[in-house]
């Protein structure tokens, strides 16, 4: 019997996430994060995407590329235990785990060619820029929901921290959207609300900057848990 197989990526997500730190924990938490999956010559074929436009929501599965140098462990430390407590990693959904896959269920926005490229506009993820793709499937919510289900350690509320924008940070999110028409604000307000940090630094006053597409933005904890978002700038001067 064969005890190991080989792969081929069908093809990469850009993400507006181009690094690891504040991307959400799970995917369709964040509804205005967004991407793209280009898919690779050889895959970027539209018959293989035919009919698939009617399916709102997507199942991705992918390999977590930015794990595999930090390598994988039996057990892993969850944020929702305070980051005290070990769990088997087969009980989470870490990257770092044998084999490194993940899986995604995302939104599918549309289909498009850009610069004769196929691919597929995705929002609600949870996917650092670059991420290489093994498969795309339609997400079936008659078998796929299961509202019966139970999550053991995790105990997951609405994420409602509240977020406060400097006026200097206000006014750079409201030019930048109207340049590029992304939505910087909304999307560093449910960013922060899912509340990126840590759980060992939760008590620590310390200042963040996080990557949202070219922008830096820096971000620290204010009276109360208010996030504030305190500066923030692109490549543009
Ligand atoms: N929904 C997926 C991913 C959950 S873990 C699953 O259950 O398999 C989500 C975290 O993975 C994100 O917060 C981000 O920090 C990290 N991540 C996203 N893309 C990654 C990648 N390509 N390599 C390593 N880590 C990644």
């Known amino acids: ?11 990469r997500v850009r993400s507006c996430y181009p690094e690891k730190f504040g991307i959400p924990r799970q995917s369709g938490l964040v509804k205005s994060s967004s991407g793209r999956l280009e898919f690779s010559f ?7 995407v035919r009919d698939l436009e009617g399916f709102s929501h997507l199942w991705l599965q992918f390999f977590f590329h930015q794990a595999v140098e930090e390598g994988w462990r039996p057990t892993v430390r969850p944020p929702w235990l305070g980051g005290q407590k070990r769990v088997g990693v087969f009980a989470t959904r870490s990257p770092h785990r044998p084999n490194f896959l ?8 549309g289909i498009s060619v850009v610069d004769g490229r ?6 609600e993820l949870d996917l ?7 498969d ?8 796929d929901s299961r509202p019966e289900a139970t999550s053991g350690f995790v105990h997951w509320n609405e994420a409602s921290c509240p977020v406060v924008f400097s006026d200097g940070a206000r006014e750079f999110c409201v030019e930048y959207e109207q340049r590029t028409g992304r939505p910087l604000a909304t999307l ?14 939760r008590q620590q006053e310390r200042s963040y900057g996080m990557a949202l597409w070219d922008v830096n933005v820096r971000w620290q904890v204010g009276a109360d848990g208010v996030f504030v978002v305190a500066e923030i700038s692109d490549g543009q001067i």
Request: charged share 20%; aromatic share 8%; proline share 8%.
């Open 102 to 109: 993940g899986l995604s269920v995302v939104r599918l926005l």
């Open 136 to 143: 795309v499937k339609p997400y079936l919510p008659y078998s």
């Open 42 to 48: 050889g895959y970027d074929r539209e018959e293989m």
């Open 188 to 201: 560093i307000s449910e960013t922060l609300a899912q509340d990126p940090r840590p759980a060992s630094q």
């Open 118 to 123: 196929l691919g597929l506009d995705l929002a």
């Open 1 to 11: 019997m064969e005890t190991s197989v080989q792969f081929e990526f069908i093809g």
């Open 128 to 134: 650092v820029d670059g991420t290489p793709v093994l």
